[in-house]
């Protein structure tokens, strides 16, 4: 996943974070503003809140869009990657946000961070491409662990199988292989896979975590809101 990451920051960062965008040629602008839409859906979504004291982790922050708009809310946001190439553009990019921790991750476990650190997680489009379902539910596991006690997640994850097969017709894969298109849209890291939801309730469960809400099951966005008890 590191590897196939590095490579897709260094191909197209913006693209690959939000692939609505523009292949080759982002409206940087866009991407920005949709830091601040998307933390407030998910919020809005999860039934959840950002209080101005929190310690916030932002999972798979990417260029650093969610981070950028949770650091205005709170008091201190860490930012974590599996790329530390997307680390080191978004460290260039949010250069004037003092109360953010750029932390490059090892793409199983939220180590370093230490147990009952963090107030608040959030991610968005990011366990949906961890290839193998067993490897986001050791994420949440590791969610429980880092979250202080009362401390919420709100976060997205798949549950719908469907979506995850390799779809690119050929026609894409040449003009990728030409640099006109997106590459590796059949490699697992981007294709991803979904978890079960009655498998999510059980770890959350043994691990520690309330799930308060559940919505949108069955799709490829659905998204939870849990509470460490």
Do not use: K
């Not at 292949?23 to 209080?51: K, S």
């Not at 199983?108 to 949906?128: M, Y």
């Amino acid at each position: 996943m590191q590897r196939f990451w590095d490579e897709r920051a260094r191909e197209d960062a913006y693209y690959f974070v939000d692939s609505r965008l523009d292949y080759g040629a982002p409206d940087v602008q866009r991407f920005w503003d949709g830091g601040e839409e998307a933390l407030d859906l998910l919020l809005e979504i999860a039934g959840a809140a950002i209080e101005p004291g929190d310690t916030v982790l932002d999972i798979g922050c990417g260029l650093g869009r969610l981070t950028r708009a949770a650091a205005a809310r709170a008091e201190r946001v860490l930012a974590l990657d599996v790329s530390a190439e997307m680390l080191e553009q978004a460290r260039s990019l949010n250069a004037d946000l003092h109360n953010v921790q750029w932390i490059h991750g090892d793409g199983h476990t939220l180590e370093p961070l230490p147990n009952a650190s963090v107030d608040c997680c959030i991610s968005i489009v990011v366990f949906q491409h961890i290839p193998d379902p067993t490897i986001t539910l050791g994420y949440l596991r590791e969610v429980a662990r880092v979250l202080r006690r009362e401390g919420r997640a709100a976060f997205q994850v798949s549950t719908d199988e469907r979506v995850h097969h390799p779809t690119q017709p050929w026609r894409s894969r040449l003009r990728a292989i030409a640099g006109r298109a997106p590459r590796g849209q059949a490699n697992p890291a981007w294709v991803g896979s979904a978890v079960n939801v009655d498998d999510m309730r059980a770890v959350c469960a043994e691990a520690g975590l309330e799930i308060e809400r559940i919505a949108d099951a069955g799709t490829q966005y659905t998204t939870v809101h849990a509470i460490r008890r």
